[in-house]
């Protein structure tokens, strides 16, 4: 009895080490690699142009942001990280490897911008992002965050509104999608993907902490700025060139001799040599159709995707530069219709150019006299508030270009600074005053270089 009791012993303890060694595996269990997200950090640093010194550049800036991988090596940026950039660098978030990359094209109107790595093979192995152009108001997207570690930070927010809006630049109106999002800082939040089922939907365009409203950059302009991308030259968004007031008071109506169902905007000014101006658009005609879209009282019409919006969404995100679209308008009453061919404003083409970046400042100094071309750039030198803080007759110029100057080809010359010399001993001239007669000769001509006397002497200038 007690051998059989042994042997059983020995019996059960053979099959609990066995049991034990069964449980412990010879080899860890392989780690699967992580998912390569389609983000990249982008690095910025760059200087501004100093228009208030305009022969010097303003101190160093660096940006942190992310970008969006998208097909064919490209990474989608917006153009205000880019702005005045001196170098620019891609990031990979998971293993930290870093290349240069290069601006393949920029457009400031819809604050766009392509980068390219100079590293051909650098984005290898991330998925590109597809592009969503279906968004609508109650819609959810997520902001697409990185942590330090590498680590994908995803905040949900609601779409409550999408609406045309000014983009940084100022110049024309664009899509925007609106969204409640309580967003988190990060320190490369600079460009912010917006993602709706894991494809890009938009990009960060301005976001307020305060009310946690974000305004994105939408598919739709996305789309457009990539396929005029492909073409050999990129022409830019379009624009016709006008601008209008709704018509929902009954005396304006009747004012611009409308008939039949009340509907359209009324046309108050036209720029000068502009597609709308081309076509034959007079001011105090009434545009009651485009692209076959009616046009109500308020200046909408109905867009399949969104509802009522209004119309010059229709001639951004759905033309492109050489479209010809038909408008249909009232004058004194009459029913016509207009075919306005579309192209796109260079800003060189505005009497005070809207923008001027990634590049100098044009100026000249005479005998401690400084003389420079009137821009928007040189007024926001004043800062955010510079229509209240900038000299106001300078801003009356830039604001009313069109009105004060209907000739092509001027601009405004204006007397930045006068700089302590002997030539500038006794001088009643003030800065920022406009120059109007150099030795009797109107400064509306344009000269393409400096004349080859001195003309110290009959300097007429108009304060500011």
Sequence with gaps: MPRRSYIFFG????????????KEPALPAPVKAPKQLALVRVNVTGQ?????????????????????????????????LVANQNYVELERAESGEKTAANVQVIDYEANLALLEPTEKKFLDGITPLEITPDTVVGDRLAAWQLEP?????????????????????????????????????????????LVKNNKLAGLLLRYDSRSQLLDAIPAPIITHFLKEAESQKY????????????????????????????????????????????AGLQVGDIVTAVANHEIDQNGNYVDPL??????????????????????????????????????????????????????????????????????????????????????????????????????????????SQVLPANSTIGSRASSRSRLKKIQSRSSSTRRRSPPRRPIYRKITASPS
């Design 149 to 193: 570690t590498g680590a994908l930070l995803a905040t949900e927010g609601l779409v409550t509104t999408v609406q045309m809006t000014q983009y940084p630049i100022d110049v024309g109106q664009f899509l925007t999608y609106r969204i409640s999002i309580p967003m988190q800082y990060r320190e490369n939040s600079y460009t912010v993907p």
């Design 48 to 80: 501004s142009y100093d228009y208030f010194r305009p022969w010097q550049k303003k101190a160093p800036f660096s940006k942190r942001a992310l970008g969006a991988v998208l097909s064919n090596g490209r990474v989608l940026v917006t153009a205000d």
């Design 306 to 415: 969104y509802g009522k919006i209004e119309f010059t969404n229709l001639l951004t995100a759905h033309v492109y530069s050489g479209d010809v679209v038909p408008f249909r308008i009232q004058r004194n009453g009459k029913p016509m219709q207009l075919n306005v061919t579309l192209e796109h404003r260079d800003a060189k083409d505005y009497v005070s150019p809207p923008y001027n970046l990634d590049q100098p400042p044009r100026y000249y100094v005479l005998g401690g006299l400084i003389f420079q071309k009137l821009s928007r750039q040189y007024l926001k030198e004043w800062g955010p508030n510079w229509q209240r803080e900038a000299p106001q007759r300078l801003v009356y110029f830039d604001r009313f270009q069109s009105e004060l100057f209907p000739d092509a080809n001027r601009r405004v010359v204006i007397l």
């Design 235 to 278: 022409r830019g968004f379009p624009s016709a060139g006008f601008s209008f007031f709704p018509t929902r008071d009954p005396e304006l109506r009747q004012f611009a001799g409308e008939t039949g169902k009340a509907g359209g905007v009324y046309v108050n000014n036209v720029e000068p040599n502009t597609p709308a101006m081309k």
């Design 11 to 22: 019996i059960l303890l053979v099959a609990a080490t066995g049991a034990l060694a069964k």
